[in-house]
C-alpha cells in the first residue's frame, strides 16, 4: 500500500494546490514532528533525526539519528493523486510525493546514517529467538498429573535401589591397612629412616570364600594427584616414543628434567612419584602343614586398552631397550632404570602397565589403583578359599611425611562394578521420598477439594 502526503512549504518546494477533499488526505500540520521545521521537508538535520528516531518509525529512516536517505526517503512520485502516471514536469515537481517502504529496513534497524552521524541504533533484530517469541510448553500441575507422578517414580526407585544394594553387598572385599604408624603394626619397623630395605608380614584372614576374578588393589590416603602443577608435570610426547623429546623433555617436567646433565626418562614429577611397594600374598594351607602356598598374581590387564596400545610407547627401533635409553637418566626417587621395570618385553619400559596405572592420575586424595588380577582357574573351586592368608609387602614407599595412609584390597566385582552402595541407597532414598510426598498430598488434595469447590463467600 502506497500512502501519499503533500509536500512540506519550502522555498524550493512551493506549496501545491489544494486538492479535492475525496482524496481523504492527511493535513500537512498533523505530519509534523517534534523539533522539526517546515521548511524543511527533506529531514535532514540531525538533531531532528536523533530526537525522533525512538519516537516515530520512519520507514527506511536513518537509523538512530542522521539525515534521511536511501529507500526512506521522501521521493517524487512518478503517480498522480489517484495513482494515474502524472503528466509533464510540472506535474512530477509538484506531485503528489510518495514514500517507498523497504521491510528490510525495519527489521535491522533502518540504512547506515551519513558519515559522522550517530551509531546504528541496537536494537535485537526482529527474530523469534530474539524477541523471545520461540514456542514453549508449560504443564498445568493438577492433582491428577502430580500425584501419579509421585507414585510411578518411588515404585520404580525403590526395587531398583534394593537391587543395587544387595548386589553391592554381595561382593566380597577385605582391605588391610599396612601403613604402620602404630607401634603394634607389623610394618612399623620400616618407618624408620635408617631402614633401605624393609620387609613386613601381615597376617589375615578370609571368613568367606572368594568367587571369581579376584583384583588386588593399592589404595593411598592424603595423596593429592589432582594438584595443577603435578598433573601437567609430565610429557606426553615421550611417553609416546617421540625420540626428540625422550633426549629433549618439555619444560613442564621441571625440576624434574634433567639429572646429572641427563635427561630424565620418564620426567616429571607424577613419574618421579610412582607407587613402588611390592605385594604378594600367601595361603596357608591348614595347621598340619604349614607350608604356605603363593597366590598367582597377573602382572599384564590392568591397564586401559588405549593406554596400553595408544598413549604410551616405547622409542621406535630394533635395538633393545637398554640400548633405546642409554642416553637417558632414571627418575630421582627410582631404584631401578625405566628398561628393568619387568622382565617381560612386552610389559616393559613406557608400556609397563604398573606405570600406566599410576600415570593416570586420580581425582581425590583419597584413591586405589589396580595392581594385580587373580583369574579363576578352576570352576569347582573358589579363586581364594576361606582360610588364613598373610601379606607378604616389601615397604619401599614412604606415606607418614604427609601423613598419608597405605592399604591392600582384595575384591571381586559384579555387573555393576566394584563394591558401591551409596548407589542403592541413594535410588532407595529419593524412591521413599517421592512415595511419601504423593500420599501426603493425596491426603491433602483428598481433605480440601471439596470445602474449596464448595465454600462460600461472605462479604
Not at 610394618?187 to 624408620?192: A, F
Not at 582360610?387 to 555387573?415: A, C, E
Request: net charge positive; aromatic share 10%; proline share 10%.
Amino acid at each position: 500500500m502506497i500512502r501519499v502526503r503533500p509536500p512540506f512549504p519550502s522555498p524550493f518546494n512551493p506549496p501545491t494546490p489544494s486538492l479535492p477533499s475525496s482524496l481523504n488526505l492527511l493535513p500537512v500540520s498533523s505530519l509534523f514532528l517534534p523539533g522539526a521545521a517546515p521548511e524543511d521537508s527533506r529531514f535532514r538535520s540531525e538533531a531532528v533525526c536523533r530526537s525522533t528516531s525512538r519516537l516515530f518509525r520512519l520507514p527506511g529512516g536513518c537509523a538512530d539519528g542522521g539525515g534521511s536517505s536511501g529507500n526512506g526517503a521522501w521521493q517524487s512520485g512518478q503517480a498522480g493523486p489517484l495513482g494515474s502516471p502524472a503528466g509533464g514536469g510540472q506535474a512530477e515537481a509538484r506531485g503528489p510525493r510518495t514514500m517507498n517502504y523497504n521491510a528490510k529496513d525495519e527489521v535491522d534497524g533502518g540504512p547506515p546514517c551519513p558519515p559522522g552521524g550517530p551509531a546504528k541504533t541496537r536494537r535485537p533484530d526482529n527474530t523469534a529467538f530474539k524477541q523471545q517469541r520461540l514456542p514453549a510448553w508449560q504443564p498445568i500441575l493438577t492433582a491428577g498429573t502430580v500425584l501419579p507422578t509421585f507414585f510411578i517414580i518411588g515404585l520404580i526407585f525403590i526395587p531398583i535401589g534394593i537391587g543395587i544394594f544387595v548386589t553391592s553387598n554381595n561382593i566380597r572385599e577385605i582391605e588391610i591397612d599396612y601403613t604402620g604408624t602404630e607401634p603394634s603394626s607389623p610394618c612399623n619397623k620400616c618407618l624408620s629412616p635408617n631402614v633401605t630395605s624393609c620387609v613386613c608380614t601381615i597376617n589375615f584372614t578370609l571368613e568367606q570364600s572368594f568367587e571369581g576374578n579376584v583384583f588386588m588393589y593399592y589404595g593411598l590416603s592424603n595423596f593429592y594427584q589432582n594438584h595443577r602443577r603435578y598433573v601437567k608435570s609430565r610429557d606426553d610426547s615421550q611417553l609416546n616414543g617421540d625420540p626428540s623429546a625422550l633426549l629433549n623433555p618439555s619444560k613442564e617436567c621441571e625440576p624434574y628434567r634433567r639429572n646429572e646433565d641427563k635427561p630424565i626418562a620418564p620426567c616429571g614429577a607424577i613419574a618421579n612419584s610412582m607407587f613402588n611397594d611390592t605385594l604378594e600374598l600367601f595361603l596357608v594351607a591348614n595347621e598340619s602343614d604349614p607350608t604356605p602356598v603363593q597366590i598367582p598374581l597377573k602382572r599384564k590387564g590392568i591397564a586401559w586398552w588405549t593406554d596400553k596400545n595408544v598413549k604410551f610407547r616405547n622409542p621406535p627401533g630394533k635395538e633393545s631397550l637398554e640400548e633405546k635409553f642409554k642416553d637417558t637418566i632414571k627418575p630421582v626417587n627410582w631404584h631401578k632404570p625405566v628398561f628393568m621395570l619387568d622382565p617381560d618385553e612386552d610389559n616393559n619400559g613406557f608400556i609397563n602397565e604398573d606405570f600406566i596405572v599410576w600415570m593416570r592420575t586420580a581425582a581425590l586424595p583419597t584413591f586405589r589403583k589396580l595392581y594385580r588380577l587373580i583369574e579363576r582357574r578352576n570352576d569347582l573351586h573358589p579363586t581364594l578359599p576361606a582360610g588364613q592368608y598373610y601379606l607378604n609387602i616389601t615397604y619401599n614407599y614412604p606415606v607418614h611425611s604427609f601423613d598419608g595412609r597405605k592399604r591392600m584390597i582384595l575384591s571381586t566385582i559384579s555387573w555393576m562394578g566394584g563394591k558401591n552402595p551409596f548407589l542403592g541407597i541413594a535410588y532407595i532414598t529419593i524412591g521413599s521420598i517421592s512415595f511419601l510426598l504423593g500420599v501426603v498430598l493425596l491426603v491433602i488434595n483428598h481433605k480440601y477439594r471439596n470445602s474449596s469447590n464448595t465454600a462460600d463467600i461472605t462479604i
